[in-house]
């Protein structure tokens, strides 16, 4: 069983960056975050292998940078230029599956992490 904590996150003016950190407390191979505003459904942001291969969703490409350092087991997301639509909690999750979908995400996310809150205010 591997047990995420993700930290890094808080309140920030439009336009602002942060970085939210994901420490693993053992291997996985697709990593990545997700991310959900109440009564909405929760949206995928942004997907890291094992071998460094990145994907991303629309609304966040080339503001955010996903990457990892295996020899820590830490996931990382950079968030520049962030919008009060970026608004949300931040969850961490890994599979220990290489599998992805269509889109980039991980498939089988067995692993999650508690979930940091990003605000952005305009």
């Known amino acids: 069983q591997v047990q995420l904590v993700e930290s890094g996150g808080g309140s920030v003016q439009a336009g602002g960056s942060l970085r939210l950190s994901c420490a693993a407390s053992?291997?996985?191979?697709?990593m990545g975050w997700l991310r959900q505003v109440p009564g909405k459904e929760r949206e995928w942001v942004a997907a890291?292998?094992?071998?460094?291969?990145?994907s991303y969703a629309d609304s966040v490409k080339g503001r955010f940078t996903i990457s990892r350092d295996n020899a820590k087991n830490t996931l990382y997301l950079q968030m520049n230029s962030l919008k009060p639509e970026d608004t949300a909690m931040y969850y961490c999750?890994?599979?220990?599956?290489?599998?992805?979908?269509?889109?980039?995400?991980?498939?089988?996310?067995?692993?999650w992490g508690q979930g940091t809150q990003v605000t952005v205010s305009s």
């Open positions: 890291c292998l094992s071998d460094g291969i990145t």
């Open positions: 053992g291997l996985t191979s697709c």
């Open positions: 999750a890994a599979s220990s599956s290489r599998a992805v979908y269509s889109d980039g995400s991980c498939y089988g996310m067995a692993y």
